[in-house]
């Protein structure tokens, strides 16, 4: 059983920085790739960042490019978003995401291709 504990989120001014973490159970960490997602109130889950199973390829969401770094320590089985610059825009529940193939996947920006998720951890800029 695959379970998703993200841990980290809170309130910050604008300008100031987070590092949200999320901690994986499960076999073969690293194997997989890992994503960040986000929703904020009625909006839909958008994809924020992905990582390749053995960290060397990331990709971003243009809104938060050059912004956020993705980052993943497979002996802790722990992948990372460190957040800075932060904007009131980017207030959102941020979910951390598995999918169930390993590997490399096609279409990482689509929440549809990941299978296991977090509870979320609530981010707050204020401006």
């Known amino acids: 059983q695959v379970q998703l504990v993200e841990s980290g989120g809170g309130l910050v001014q604008a300008g100031g920085s987070l590092r949200l973490s999320c901690a994986a159970s499960?076999?073969?960490?690293?194997?997989?790739?890992m994503g960040w997602f986000r929703q904020a109130p009625g909006k839909e889950r958008e994809f924020v960042a992905a990582?390749?199973?053995?960290?060397?390829?990331?990709y971003y969401a243009d809104s938060v490019k050059g912004r956020f770094t993705i980052s993943r320590d497979n002996g802790k089985n722990t992948v990372y978003l460190h957040m800075d610059s932060l904007k009131p825009e980017d207030t959102a529940v941020y979910y951390c995401a598995r999918p169930d193939k390993a590997g490399f996947i096609s279409d990482y920006k689509s929440p549809r291709e990941y299978d296991y998720w977090g509870q979320g951890t609530q981010v707050t800029v204020s401006s």
């Open positions: 499960g076999r073969a960490f690293s194997r997989y790739t």
């Open positions: 990582i390749s199973w053995s960290g060397r390829t990331t």
